[in-house]
């Protein structure tokens, strides 16, 4: 079994920064790509930034420019650095990773989730 916790949500000002964490643990022989999704209420859960295991990274148009993901390959670890946030970047954002066990089967695991709020 593999284990996601996300830390570094909270309540920010409009304008301003958080940094999100997400460290694995569990079963792992490789994690492949790792990612972060949001939902806020009454909408999908969508893609906010992916990042492979090489550091090829995606992002949604609505993010570009404000946030950058990256990741520890040692730590197994994925974070997400918000800038300039605004009020509709307010959701639960929850952590993503394709993981690759030493059985060499690879499944998607969640974390729980990490409530962000952006609020004057």
């Known amino acids: 079994q593999v284990q996601l916790v996300e830390s570094g949500g909270g309540l920010v000002q409009p304008g301003g920064s958080l940094r999100l964490s997400c460290a694995a643990s569990?079963?792992?022989?490789?994690?492949?790509?790792m990612g972060w999704y949001r939902q806020s209420p009454g909408k999908e859960r969508e893609l906010v930034a992916r990042?492979?295991?090489?550091?090829?990274?995606n992002y949604a148009d609505s993010v570009k420019g404000r946030f950058t993901i990256s990741r520890d390959n040692a730590k197994n670890a994925v974070y997400l650095q918000m800038n300039n946030l605004k009020p509709e970047d307010t959701a639960v954002y929850y952590c993503?990773?394709?993981?690759?066990?030493?059985?060499?089967?690879?499944?998607?695991?969640w974390g729980k989730g990490t409530l962000v709020t952006v609020s004057s």
């Open positions: 990042i492979t295991s090489g550091g090829i990274t």
């Open positions: 993503n990773a394709e993981v690759e066990s030493f059985r060499r089967i690879a499944m998607t695991y």
């Open positions: 569990g079963s792992i022989f490789r994690i492949n790509a």
